[in-house]
């Protein structure tokens, strides 16, 4: 398996920051965070995309996923509107950069039948995956919100129907919620990508926690992976761009590598 870390961990790091850092730290790659303003914005210009592209490839750094941000629940037309121009632009960026997988949000339930959300994200997503199958892109639904119970969004899954839609397993919104082999169960055979990461409850509320200080169960998490047949990256979300006080990027990621490689080598996981 790779390494990458997810940009909301460094939100003060520029591109060319990012790109040399993880190569420095250990990193085989980096999860961008895609908002306008800051790491990469859906309206990047050919020039940018080409010289994003050639700075990582030039650091020996593949972009391993692009964090998009989506609500398809919403039932506002407007709101429906802008999800998909955005998604449909990020398709774009991703495809020029040689970025393989953007993360995406089925967004918060609306209402209390899940059968209609579902049907809003499936309605959302159909055209979209057609699209990014076209561009050689894959769009990973996270385990984030209402859908981090894997039988929920396996029903997205299977709506949806295309190879280009899959899963971006976060294990610790999982772990919260119901056991991880359950969630994997539902998910197995379609995770793009993996949020690997510890985390605690405090005041109702899920917080980061370096690597083997929260209360997730990564060596079982680990195994489990590593038994469903996944074998590409195993990115660290650290939240430092909604939890200020968390420890800067400086101290979480080099922990994080060294944490992880040293969970793999003991449960035999091969690296790379």
């Known amino acids: 398996m790779k390494l990458s870390f997810a940009t909301l961990g460094c939100p003060n790091w520029k591109l060319e920051q990012i790109a040399a850092n993880a190569r420095s730290l250990g990193f085989d790659g980096v999860e961008l965070r895609g908002v306008a303003g800051e790491h990469l914005s859906p309206d990047e210009t050919p020039a940018e995309r080409e010289r994003i592209r050639a700075l990582f490839r030039e650091h020996g750094v593949a972009i391993a996923c692009i964090m998009g941000y989506t609500?398809?629940?919403?039932?506002?037309?407007?709101?429906?509107?802008?999800?998909?121009?955005?998604?449909?632009?990020?398709?774009?960026?991703?495809?020029?950069?040689?970025?393989?997988?953007?993360?995406?949000?089925?967004?918060?339930?609306?209402?209390?039948?899940?059968?209609?959300?579902?049907?809003?994200?499936?309605?959302?997503?159909?055209?979209?995956?057609?699209?990014?199958?076209?561009?050689?892109?894959?769009?990973?639904?996270?385990t984030h919100d209402d859908w981090c119970v894997g039988a929920n969004a396996r029903a997205i899954l299977d709506g949806v129907n295309s190879p280009a839609v899959g899963m971006c397993w976060d294990v610790a919104n999982s772990f919260f919620v119901e056991p991880l082999e359950t969630t994997l169960a539902a998910i197995q055979g379609r995770i793009f990508h993996v949020?690997?990461?510890?985390?605690?409850?405090?005041?109702?509320?899920?917080?980061?926690?370096?690597?083997?200080?929260?209360?997730?169960?990564?060596?079982?998490?680990?195994?489990?992976?590593?038994?469903?047949?996944?074998?590409d990256y195993l990115s660290f979300e650290w939240e430092k761009k909604w939890q200020p006080a968390l420890d800067e990027p400086e101290v979480a990621f080099p922990q994080y590598v060294a944490f992880v490689n040293?969970?793999?080598?003991?449960?035999?996981?091969?690296r790379g």
């Open 195 to 231: 949020h690997f990461k510890d985390a605690a409850h405090e005041g109702g509320k899920e917080c980061s926690k370096l690597m083997g200080t929260g209360k997730v169960d990564l060596r079982k998490a680990l195994s489990l992976i590593h038994g469903s047949g996944y074998n």
């Open 71 to 142: 609500r398809f629940t919403v039932t506002n037309p407007k709101e429906k509107a802008d999800g998909r121009a955005l998604l449909e632009k990020f398709i774009s960026v991703a495809r020029d950069i040689g970025c393989p997988t953007i993360r995406v949000f089925g967004g918060k339930l609306e209402g209390t039948d899940l059968g209609v959300n579902v049907r809003r994200v499936v309605e959302a997503l159909k055209p979209l995956a057609a699209l990014a199958e076209r561009n050689n892109v894959r769009l990973a639904l996270e």
């Open 262 to 270: 040293a969970l793999m080598k003991d449960l035999g996981v091969p």
